[in-house]
């Protein structure tokens, strides 16, 4: 046996390819999002929608708004009223 000052015992040094910690490194806790914050952030994401035959670039919020508005000028009095709260 090479026991002695910083050289332990063969049979407690760690084997090769184990890790010293059984339950190895713990996983990080994944961060909560608000449903606000993931509402926020799909609104703002880009979609391509075609406008007259021309593919235009938009959030999708801005291709709601265009609905809602498009809606609300076809005498859709739902569609009238939340754009009016929308703009308040």
């Known amino acids: 046996m090479t026991a002695g000052y910083r050289k332990p015992p063969k049979k407690t040094q760690?084997?090769?390819?184990?890790s010293?910690?059984?339950?190895?490194?713990?996983?990080?806790?994944?961060?909560q999002l608000s449903e606000a914050?993931?509402?926020?952030?799909?609104a703002r994401e880009d979609i391509s929608i075609e406008l007259n035959g021309v593919?235009?670039?938009?959030s999708r919020c801005e291709a709601y708004l265009?609905?809602?508005?498009?809606?609300?000028?076809?005498?859709d009095h739902g569609a009238a009223r939340l754009l009016g709260r929308l703009r308040k």
């Open 14 to 18: 760690f084997k090769k390819g184990r």
């Open 20 to 31: 010293a910690i059984r339950r190895g490194r713990p996983k990080a806790n994944m961060v």
């Open 37 to 42: 914050t993931i509402f926020h952030r799909v």
């Open 55 to 58: 593919r235009h670039t938009m």
């Open 66 to 75: 265009r609905q809602i508005y498009t809606m609300a000028l076809g005498k």
